[in-house]
């Protein structure tokens, strides 16, 4: 089964992203505070966790492309209506502009409702509501904060980005939690579960 497999790369990314990036704000609310009286060692470690932040960012959007990818392939082979989102637009849409607001929740909702059948959507649906307004707050709040923190005083920049990350951590931890109850769903309801071709 290669469903779990995916699941756990992609979860051992988004732990690796959270690390870094509470490390980078707090690092990033530390110099803010103390603007003159900073260790250079303090400054190479913002940047370099910075760094590893943005790499382990990257990381895990592929690795959770993969995982997604894959889940709706479990259902792609007995999609009927036009209508379903296939597995490549699934992950595709997450870089349309525009309709990467709407439409990657529009896929993650399909493959809930189909992972869990009809009558587990509303316990599934608010867990996927507030991952998804998370990741798009704390992404509007990480984009007007970065260019505030670049100027002084620092700390309104560095204290949005502070937000917007914290956002983004509750984000990624809803979407271990989706991402964990899928799998385990889809394990339950189509063993075996066979990659789309």
Known sequence: MILPIRAGQAALAIHGFIACSVLVRLLGLAIALRSARVEPSTIRLYWLSGWAAQVLFALSAVLIARWIYHAHGTFNANRHDPSEISPAWAVGWFLVPVANFIMPYAAMRQLVNRSFGPGSVAAQAAPLR??????????????????????????????????????????????????GAVTDAQIQRCAPIRPPA
């Not at 992404?139 to 956002?167: D, K, S």
């Open 130 to 179: 507030r991952w998804w307004l998370a990741l798009l707050a704390g992404g509007i709040l990480e984009y007007l904060g970065n260019p505030l923190a670049e100027r002084e005083p620092m700390l309104a920049g560095m204290t949005l980005l502070a937000v917007g990350t914290g956002l983004r951590i509750i984000s990624a931890w809803l979407l271990l939690r989706i991402i």
